[in-house]
């Protein structure tokens, strides 16, 4: 089965993608493909697997954190002409597990690499308090953002219109922005910016203490509250700009945040010392009144922005993310024939 598996796509099974981090064993087609078939996934979706092997090479992205001890779980989001060819989900229950098989199989795939491959048990390198579920793959609505004029989440990360890629971030928390009310940007603008402030916590040690301006929550919104910025003429970096100005929090319980209730900074510094070395953005300390408002996060570009789920409902999902335990990272999918086990006349040295 799995060499059944390898060989709709010509994958050499013993190249060798990178090492695993932190186990230290070697990332092949081969083991990505055992892994695949008992996860359940079909063939087809073997170039999306090694584009999700080669984020967790990448030391930008930091696998080898995956198993700290808050158990943030990693998200995968698709885009491209694979959603739709692979059979993706991007409708009601987008985020559901079972809802679509190629969504649910993947992310079974990943947590099964992380276990197999990586080396996250609770044996070796797996140290989460808690831990969560693991998350299926969020493929988002291209005929919405295309209908709207948006780009879609992985355009963010350097890929031209139409590709496809997978774009992963490791996530702490969740939660529901239900039965978002009105129909104008101005009138919906401040519930969605309240889920942003009340899914965001400890995460704050992101903006400053356990990393720099590192912080970048995900807000996913449905078609119908896309299209609401949409046919108002607002681009998604209105849409930032103005999440920006409005997801803020009292100074007080920011550095709370940060300082007396989680004690992850060093010194406990106010944002106005914090701001005097440099450390923050100016926009934290536009006065010392301990009341005033401060954004949660450096700037309108740390917040991420994805279109998926009921295209009839007016809900929006908000997850917190995990900085630099588990970067945004993403790469493009090359759904071509590998020639790997090609022999190229013109150069014997090619052949195997």
Not at 222 to 244: Q, Y
Not at 263 to 283: C, E, H, I, Q, W
Request: glycine fraction near 10%; hydrophobic fraction near 40%.
């Amino acid at each position: 089965r799995v060499e059944a598996f390898i060989a709709v796509s010509g994958h050499d099974p013993w190249r060798v993608i990178g090492t695993a981090r932190p186990s230290g064993r070697d990332i092949t087609i081969w083991s990505i493909a055992v892994n695949a078939v008992m996860a359940g996934c079909l063939p087809e979706v073997l170039p999306v697997l090694i584009a999700l092997a080669e984020i967790a090479c990448d030391p930008g992205y930091g696998v080898e954190h995956s198993g700290n001890t808050t158990g943030a779980d990693a998200l995968i989001v698709i885009d491209g002409p694979v959603v739709g060819e692979l059979g993706f989900n991007h409708g009601p229950g987008a985020m559901r597990d079972g809802a679509g098989a190629a969504n649910t199989s993947v992310a079974r795939w990943y947590r099964l690499y992380l276990r197999n491959v990586h080396g996250f048990t609770a044996d070796e390198h797996d140290k989460a308090t808690f831990g969560n579920a693991s998350r299926v793959v969020l493929a988002e609505d291209q005929a919405a953002l295309d209908e709207i004029g948006w780009p879609p989440l992985s355009a963010g990360f350097g890929h031209p219109a139409g590709t496809d890629a997978v774009t992963v971030a490791r996530m702490n928390g969740g939660l529901i922005i239900g039965s978002v009310f009105g129909s104008t940007p101005e009138q919906i603008l401040d519930y969605l910016a309240d889920g942003l402030v009340r899914v965001t916590g400890w995460e704050l040690t992101h903006v400053y203490g356990l990393g720099q301006a590192d912080y970048q929550p995900l807000l996913v919104l449905s078609p119908v509250l896309a299209r609401i910025f949409g046919r108002a003429g607002w681009s998604k970096h209105d849409v930032r700009r103005a999440l920006f100005d409005r997801a803020r929090m009292p100074a007080w319980r920011f550095e709370h945040l940060i300082g007396e209730w989680s004690n992850l900074t060093a010194g406990r510094r106010t944002l106005v010392d914090l701001v005097a070395d440099g450390a923050v953005p100016p926009v934290f300390a536009e006065s010392n009144d301990p009341d005033r408002l401060v954004p949660i996060v450096t700037s309108p570009d740390k917040i991420l922005i994805a279109v998926s789920g009921d295209p009839n409902r007016t809900n929006a999902y908000v997850l917190s993310n995990d900085g630099p335990h588990g970067r945004w990272t993403s790469r493009a999918i090359d759904r071509s024939y590998s020639t790997d086990l090609l022999c190229n006349i013109d150069d014997p040295g090619t052949c195997r």
